[in-house]
Protein backbone atom coordinates (compact mmCIF):
# COMPACT_ATOMS: atom_id res chain seq x y z
CA UNK A 1 0.00 0.00 0.00
CA UNK A 2 2.97 2.54 0.93
CA UNK A 3 4.76 1.18 -2.32
CA UNK A 4 1.64 2.68 -4.52
CA UNK A 5 0.50 5.61 -2.68
CA UNK A 6 4.40 7.06 -2.97
CA UNK A 7 4.22 6.28 -6.59
CA UNK A 8 1.16 8.45 -6.81
CA UNK A 9 2.76 11.53 -5.24
CA UNK A 10 5.36 11.08 -7.26
CA UNK A 11 3.22 11.20 -10.61
CA UNK A 12 1.08 14.03 -8.73
CA UNK A 13 4.89 16.08 -8.81
CA UNK A 14 5.56 14.89 -12.37
CA UNK A 15 2.60 16.35 -13.13
CA UNK A 16 3.39 19.69 -11.66
CA UNK A 17 0.70 19.49 -8.92
CA UNK A 18 1.57 22.25 -6.68
CA UNK A 19 3.10 21.51 -2.94
CA UNK A 20 -0.25 22.60 -1.02
CA UNK A 21 -2.11 20.08 -3.45
CA UNK A 22 0.29 16.98 -2.97
CA UNK A 23 0.71 17.61 0.50
CA UNK A 24 -2.98 17.53 1.20
CA UNK A 25 -3.30 14.41 -0.70
CA UNK A 26 -0.12 12.57 0.85
CA UNK A 27 -1.91 13.79 4.39
CA UNK A 28 -5.22 12.09 3.39
CA UNK A 29 -4.44 9.25 1.94
CA UNK A 30 -2.19 8.47 5.07
CA UNK A 31 -5.42 8.96 7.15
CA UNK A 32 -6.88 6.53 4.83
CA UNK A 33 -4.50 4.23 4.62
CA UNK A 34 -4.22 3.82 9.03
CA UNK A 35 -7.44 3.71 8.68
CA UNK A 36 -8.16 0.59 6.71
CA UNK A 37 -5.48 -1.43 8.50
CA UNK A 38 -6.64 -0.55 11.86
CA UNK A 39 -10.50 -0.83 11.25
CA UNK A 40 -10.69 -3.42 8.62
CA UNK A 41 -6.88 -5.13 8.82
CA UNK A 42 -6.23 -4.36 5.19
CA UNK A 43 -2.96 -4.62 3.48
CA UNK A 44 -3.60 -3.97 -0.11
CA UNK A 45 -5.48 -1.79 -1.72
CA UNK A 46 -7.22 -4.25 -3.81
CA UNK A 47 -9.13 -5.56 -1.03
CA UNK A 48 -10.39 -1.80 -0.02
CA UNK A 49 -14.19 -1.97 -1.44
CA UNK A 50 -17.20 0.60 -1.29
CA UNK A 51 -18.77 -0.56 2.14
CA UNK A 52 -15.65 -0.11 4.10
CA UNK A 53 -14.66 3.79 2.29
CA UNK A 54 -18.42 4.54 3.60
CA UNK A 55 -17.39 3.27 6.62
CA UNK A 56 -14.78 5.34 6.25
CA UNK A 57 -16.76 8.60 5.40
CA UNK A 58 -19.04 7.91 8.50
CA UNK A 59 -16.33 7.85 10.63
CA UNK A 60 -14.60 11.12 9.65
CA UNK A 61 -18.02 12.98 9.67
CA UNK A 62 -19.04 11.71 12.80
CA UNK A 63 -15.96 10.43 15.07
CA UNK A 64 -13.18 12.40 13.86
CA UNK A 65 -11.78 15.38 15.60
CA UNK A 66 -9.58 18.37 15.34
CA UNK A 67 -7.27 19.16 17.50
CA UNK A 68 -9.04 21.46 19.08
CA UNK A 69 -12.05 19.38 19.83
CA UNK A 70 -14.62 20.09 16.39
CA UNK A 71 -16.11 17.86 13.99
CA UNK A 72 -14.73 18.82 10.50
CA UNK A 73 -16.31 20.96 8.46
CA UNK A 74 -18.15 19.73 4.98
CA UNK A 75 -15.85 21.13 2.96
CA UNK A 76 -12.94 19.41 4.79
CA UNK A 77 -14.32 16.14 4.29
CA UNK A 78 -15.51 16.77 0.47
CA UNK A 79 -12.15 17.81 -0.29
CA UNK A 80 -10.63 14.47 1.75
CA UNK A 81 -13.48 12.29 -0.69
CA UNK A 82 -12.04 14.27 -3.84
CA UNK A 83 -8.52 13.04 -3.02
CA UNK A 84 -9.46 9.64 -2.21
CA UNK A 85 -11.57 9.29 -5.13
CA UNK A 86 -8.94 10.61 -7.38
CA UNK A 87 -6.24 8.17 -5.83
CA UNK A 88 -8.55 5.38 -7.04
CA UNK A 89 -9.44 6.36 -10.42
CA UNK A 90 -5.41 6.33 -10.92
CA UNK A 91 -5.17 3.40 -9.09
CA UNK A 92 -8.22 1.58 -11.55
CA UNK A 93 -6.58 2.86 -14.98
CA UNK A 94 -2.60 2.08 -14.09
CA UNK A 95 -4.23 -1.62 -13.36
CA UNK A 96 -3.54 -2.04 -10.09
CA UNK A 97 -7.21 -2.12 -9.93
CA UNK A 98 -9.83 -3.68 -11.85
CA UNK A 99 -12.67 -2.16 -10.17
CA UNK A 100 -13.22 1.04 -8.64
CA UNK A 101 -14.67 0.97 -5.47
CA UNK A 102 -15.14 5.10 -4.83
CA UNK A 103 -16.55 5.61 -8.14
CA UNK A 104 -20.26 6.01 -6.42
CA UNK A 105 -18.95 7.56 -3.55
CA UNK A 106 -21.11 10.49 -2.07
CA UNK A 107 -19.84 13.73 -0.93
CA UNK A 108 -21.92 15.36 2.00
CA UNK A 109 -23.62 18.47 0.81
CA UNK A 110 -22.25 21.61 1.47
CA UNK A 111 -23.50 24.95 2.28
CA UNK A 112 -20.93 27.71 -0.17
CA UNK A 113 -19.96 30.58 2.13
CA UNK A 114 -20.25 33.47 0.76
CA UNK A 115 -16.66 35.27 0.23
CA UNK A 116 -15.54 38.29 1.88
CA UNK A 117 -15.99 41.67 0.11
CA UNK A 118 -13.88 44.73 0.64
CA UNK A 119 -15.65 47.79 -0.90
CA UNK A 120 -14.25 50.34 -3.27
CA UNK A 121 -12.98 52.42 -0.62
CA UNK A 122 -11.50 49.80 1.95
CA UNK A 123 -9.29 48.00 -1.30
CA UNK A 124 -8.37 51.76 -2.27
CA UNK A 125 -6.66 52.18 1.72
CA UNK A 126 -5.22 48.58 1.47
CA UNK A 127 -3.19 49.47 -1.84
CA UNK A 128 -2.82 52.83 -1.03
CA UNK A 129 -0.94 51.61 2.37
CA UNK A 130 2.90 50.47 1.32
CA UNK A 131 5.53 53.45 1.39
CA UNK A 132 6.26 53.95 -2.08
CA UNK A 133 9.23 56.13 -1.29
CA UNK A 134 10.99 52.84 -0.34
CA UNK A 135 11.98 50.03 -2.92
CA UNK A 136 9.89 47.56 -0.76
CA UNK A 137 7.00 49.92 -0.71
CA UNK A 138 7.18 50.16 -4.43
CA UNK A 139 7.33 46.58 -5.10
CA UNK A 140 4.68 45.74 -2.91
CA UNK A 141 2.27 48.76 -4.38
CA UNK A 142 2.85 47.09 -8.03
CA UNK A 143 2.01 44.01 -6.21
CA UNK A 144 -1.12 44.22 -4.96
CA UNK A 145 -2.46 46.43 -7.98
CA UNK A 146 -2.12 43.73 -9.84
CA UNK A 147 -3.89 41.06 -7.98
CA UNK A 148 -6.68 43.49 -7.60
CA UNK A 149 -7.00 44.69 -11.69
CA UNK A 150 -6.42 40.78 -12.95
CA UNK A 151 -7.62 38.82 -9.87
CA UNK A 152 -5.38 36.47 -10.23
CA UNK A 153 -4.93 33.80 -7.78
CA UNK A 154 -2.25 33.77 -4.78
CA UNK A 155 -0.03 30.69 -6.30
CA UNK A 156 -0.10 32.23 -10.09
CA UNK A 157 1.12 35.89 -8.82
CA UNK A 158 4.02 34.00 -6.98
CA UNK A 159 4.90 32.00 -10.00
CA UNK A 160 5.03 35.26 -12.34
CA UNK A 161 8.02 35.84 -14.53
CA UNK A 162 9.43 38.79 -16.02
CA UNK A 163 8.60 38.17 -19.44
CA UNK A 164 4.95 37.31 -18.50
CA UNK A 165 4.34 40.80 -18.36
CA UNK A 166 3.72 42.97 -21.04
CA UNK A 167 2.89 46.31 -19.46
CA UNK A 168 3.07 48.54 -23.43
CA UNK A 169 -0.01 45.74 -24.53
CA UNK A 170 -1.45 46.29 -21.19
CA UNK A 171 -1.74 41.94 -20.40
CA UNK A 172 -0.56 39.30 -18.09
CA UNK A 173 0.08 35.83 -18.88
CA UNK A 174 -1.06 33.12 -16.30
CA UNK A 175 1.32 30.02 -16.95
CA UNK A 176 -0.04 26.70 -15.83
CA UNK A 177 -2.87 27.91 -13.59
CA UNK A 178 -4.98 26.14 -11.58
CA UNK A 179 -6.02 22.50 -13.93
CA UNK A 180 -2.57 23.43 -15.40
CA UNK A 181 -4.27 25.81 -17.88
CA UNK A 182 -2.88 29.17 -19.60
CA UNK A 183 -4.29 32.16 -19.91
CA UNK A 184 -4.08 36.16 -20.69
CA UNK A 185 -5.59 38.44 -18.32
CA UNK A 186 -5.74 42.41 -19.29
CA UNK A 187 -3.93 45.05 -17.53
CA UNK A 188 -5.23 48.38 -16.40
CA UNK A 189 -3.58 51.68 -17.05
CA UNK A 190 -2.77 52.09 -13.28
CA UNK A 191 -1.89 48.55 -12.95
CA UNK A 192 0.51 48.63 -15.45
CA UNK A 193 1.65 51.95 -14.69
CA UNK A 194 2.46 50.09 -11.03
CA UNK A 195 4.17 47.21 -12.54
CA UNK A 196 6.64 49.71 -15.01
CA UNK A 197 7.55 51.60 -12.03
CA UNK A 198 8.73 48.68 -9.76
CA UNK A 199 10.77 46.66 -12.97
CA UNK A 200 11.94 49.95 -13.83
CA UNK A 201 13.00 51.91 -10.61
CA UNK A 202 12.64 48.64 -7.58
CA UNK A 203 13.49 45.72 -9.23
CA UNK A 204 16.87 46.06 -10.64
CA UNK A 205 17.31 47.29 -6.89
CA UNK A 206 16.59 44.11 -5.61
CA UNK A 207 18.07 42.08 -8.27
CA UNK A 208 21.76 43.68 -7.45
CA UNK A 209 21.09 42.68 -3.81
CA UNK A 210 21.83 46.10 -2.97
CA UNK A 211 18.92 46.09 0.33
CA UNK A 212 20.79 43.14 1.89
CA UNK A 213 22.90 43.96 5.08
CA UNK A 214 20.54 46.73 5.54
CA UNK A 215 18.72 46.69 8.98
CA UNK A 216 19.43 43.83 10.87
CA UNK A 217 20.63 41.60 8.73
CA UNK A 218 24.15 40.80 7.77
CA UNK A 219 26.63 39.70 5.88
CA UNK A 220 26.25 39.77 1.87
CA UNK A 221 25.77 36.66 -0.37
CA UNK A 222 28.51 36.39 -2.49
CA UNK A 223 26.57 35.31 -6.02
CA UNK A 224 23.07 36.14 -6.50
CA UNK A 225 21.91 33.89 -9.21
CA UNK A 226 19.85 35.31 -11.94
CA UNK A 227 16.43 35.21 -12.40
CA UNK A 228 13.33 35.61 -14.28
CA UNK A 229 11.37 36.38 -11.07
CA UNK A 230 8.91 39.10 -11.33
CA UNK A 231 8.62 39.89 -8.07
CA UNK A 232 12.32 39.87 -5.88
CA UNK A 233 12.64 39.57 -2.21
CA UNK A 234 15.51 41.75 -0.85
CA UNK A 235 17.88 38.73 -1.29
CA UNK A 236 17.25 39.30 -5.25
CA UNK A 237 15.59 36.13 -4.93
CA UNK A 238 11.49 35.15 -5.57
CA UNK A 239 9.90 36.44 -3.47
CA UNK A 240 8.30 33.53 -1.55
CA UNK A 241 4.69 32.61 -1.14
CA UNK A 242 4.44 32.87 2.20
CA UNK A 243 6.15 36.26 2.19
CA UNK A 244 3.55 37.66 -0.13
CA UNK A 245 0.78 36.55 2.76
CA UNK A 246 2.75 38.16 5.40
CA UNK A 247 2.92 41.63 3.19
CA UNK A 248 -0.41 41.72 2.48
CA UNK A 249 -1.70 40.75 5.91
CA UNK A 250 0.73 43.16 7.82
CA UNK A 251 -0.64 46.33 5.29
CA UNK A 252 -4.24 45.50 5.79
CA UNK A 253 -3.60 45.49 9.95
CA UNK A 254 -2.05 48.72 9.26
CA UNK A 255 -5.37 49.99 8.04
CA UNK A 256 -7.25 47.86 10.21
CA UNK A 257 -8.90 45.67 8.04
CA UNK A 258 -8.85 41.88 7.44
CA UNK A 259 -7.42 40.61 3.60
CA UNK A 260 -5.68 37.99 2.09
CA UNK A 261 -4.28 37.49 -1.62
CA UNK A 262 -7.46 36.00 -1.90
CA UNK A 263 -9.30 38.70 -1.15
CA UNK A 264 -8.14 41.03 -3.45
CA UNK A 265 -9.25 38.35 -6.33
CA UNK A 266 -13.16 38.21 -4.43
CA UNK A 267 -12.72 42.57 -4.78
CA UNK A 268 -11.95 42.07 -8.65
CA UNK A 269 -14.71 39.53 -9.48
CA UNK A 270 -17.57 41.62 -7.25
CA UNK A 271 -16.24 44.90 -8.20
CA UNK A 272 -16.74 44.30 -11.45
CA UNK A 273 -20.20 43.01 -11.77
CA UNK A 274 -21.03 45.84 -9.65
CA UNK A 275 -20.10 47.96 -12.46
CA UNK A 276 -21.55 45.77 -15.25
CA UNK A 277 -19.34 43.38 -16.85
CA UNK A 278 -20.36 40.43 -18.19
CA UNK A 279 -20.58 37.32 -15.60
CA UNK A 280 -18.86 35.51 -18.90
CA UNK A 281 -16.12 37.81 -18.63
CA UNK A 282 -15.45 37.78 -15.21
CA UNK A 283 -15.16 33.94 -15.67
CA UNK A 284 -12.51 34.08 -18.39
CA UNK A 285 -10.70 36.74 -16.37
CA UNK A 286 -10.63 34.60 -12.98
CA UNK A 287 -9.98 31.21 -15.07
CA UNK A 288 -12.91 29.66 -13.59
CA UNK A 289 -14.17 26.25 -15.78
CA UNK A 290 -17.29 26.44 -14.14
CA UNK A 291 -19.89 29.09 -14.82
CA UNK A 292 -21.27 28.07 -11.40
CA UNK A 293 -18.07 28.89 -9.48
CA UNK A 294 -18.26 32.64 -10.84
CA UNK A 295 -21.84 33.05 -10.15
CA UNK A 296 -20.98 33.49 -6.49
CA UNK A 297 -20.39 36.43 -6.74
CA UNK A 298 -23.77 37.75 -7.95
CA UNK A 299 -24.74 36.46 -5.00
CA UNK A 300 -22.72 38.51 -2.88
CA UNK A 301 -24.48 41.49 -4.81
CA UNK A 302 -27.89 40.20 -3.72
CA UNK A 303 -26.02 40.00 -0.45
CA UNK A 304 -24.87 43.71 -0.56
CA UNK A 305 -28.35 45.13 -2.06
CA UNK A 306 -30.63 43.23 0.11
CA UNK A 307 -28.34 44.54 3.85
CA UNK A 308 -29.03 48.36 1.52
CA UNK A 309 -32.45 47.91 1.54
CA UNK A 310 -33.02 46.78 5.02
CA UNK A 311 -30.49 49.22 6.30
CA UNK A 312 -32.87 51.95 4.02
CA UNK A 313 -35.90 50.34 5.58
CA UNK A 314 -34.71 50.91 8.96
CA UNK A 315 -34.15 54.67 8.98
CA UNK A 316 -36.26 57.19 11.34
Not at 16 to 40: G, P, V
Not at 187 to 212: D, F, H, I, N, S
Amino acid sequence: MNRALATYLAELEARRYSHSRRHHAARTLERLLIYMREAHSITDWRAVNESQLRDFTLYNATRHRSPGGQRIAAATLRQWLSIVRSFFIWLNRSGRLLHNPAERLVFPQQEQSLPRVLNESEIARLIETPDITTTIGLRDRGLLEVLYATGIRHAEVHKLDLYDVDTAAHRLTVRLGKGQRDRVVPLTETAAQWLTRYVTVARPELAAGKLWGKGKRRGQPKLIPPTAALWLSVTGRRLSYQMIADRIRDYALQVELKASAHTFRHCCATHLLRAGASIRHVQQLLGHRDLSTTEIYTRVELSDLQQAIETAANRP
